[in-house]
């Protein structure tokens, strides 16, 4: 079936430094791409999201790249501050039955930012 | 608005016994739709409905049962609990199914704790 791959699963980094997480899809079809912060014990909630039709979109800290032809889009948070830490995922669009709003999700990338 | 409301927030059931997430939506959101998510997994699609009348299994189905009488509404039943469904459970709507022009957000209600002993 289709899936989607997450990497790191687990990333720590220095207050201030960059974070790349990235993330490969198998459903050529697949064309939307939004990435979910989720905070320990809350909801997951939209941070950034990109279309096949856009390479990369940016939003202050964080931009989102993707590459079509290889079948992956990372997300990138620069200058990072502690309140980043959070659960991470991404996730793609894929036609189930007569529907092509379904989300296939990535397991997760935990982001912790040390001050 | 209230978004989406799920109930209950926490939930113990034994194996063998039956009940009913409750998700209602005051968005007039067409789509709607349950996942789970459990540790190391991700959050993975049980069922989801694009409209009233109309439903459709995910990834993971097998044990749940769903239906959409009403655009607002959209329970999820277990009809005979298993320690294996004890997991975090997700209500999540969003306008429409996607198209190029449709921001495709979901909306996630604030998720429902299961544990089956």
């Known amino acids: 079936g289709e899936n989607v791959e997450q990497h790191p699963s687990t990333l720590s980094v220095q207050e201030g430094d960059s974070a790349v997480i990235k993330c490969t899809y198998s459903d050529s079809a697949s064309n939307y791409f939004p990435w979910y912060k989720q905070e320990l014990g809350k909801r997951p909630q939209l941070i950034i999201d990109i279309r096949s039709n856009v390479g990369e979109k940016k939003d202050q800290r964080i931009a989102v790249t993707l590459n079509k032809t290889a079948k992956h889009f990372s997300l990138h948070i620069t200058e990072t501050q502690p309140e980043d830490s959070a659960v991470y995922f991404c996730?793609?669009?894929?036609?189930?039955?007569?529907?092509?709003?379904?989300?296939?999700f990535g397991k997760g990338t935990k982001l912790s930012v040390k001050p | 608005n209230a978004g989406v409301t799920q109930t209950p927030k926490f939930q113990v059931l034994k194996t063998g016994q039956s009940m009913t997430l409750q998700c209602a939506q005051d968005?007039?959101?067409?789509?709607m739709s349950w996942y789970r998510q459990d540790p190391g997994m991700g959050l993975r699609l049980i069922h989801y409905?694009?409209?009233?009348?109309?439903?459709d299994q995910g990834e993971v189905p097998n044990g749940y049962n769903v239906s959409r009488s009403t655009t607002e509404d959209f329970p999820l039943r277990l009809l005979s609990a298993a320690p294996s469904q004890t997991s975090v459970y997700f209500c999540?709507?969003?306008?429409?199914?996607?198209?190029?022009?449709?921001?495709?957000?979901?909306?996630f209600g604030e998720g429902s704790r299961l544990t089956v002993l």
């Open positions: 409905s694009v409209g009233a009348g109309i439903t």
């Open positions: 996730a793609a669009s894929i036609r189930h039955g007569g529907s092509q709003g379904n989300l296939i």
């Open positions: 999540a709507s969003t306008p429409n199914v996607w198209d190029n022009t449709n921001t495709g957000e979901l909306f």
């Open positions: 968005m007039n959101h067409e789509y």
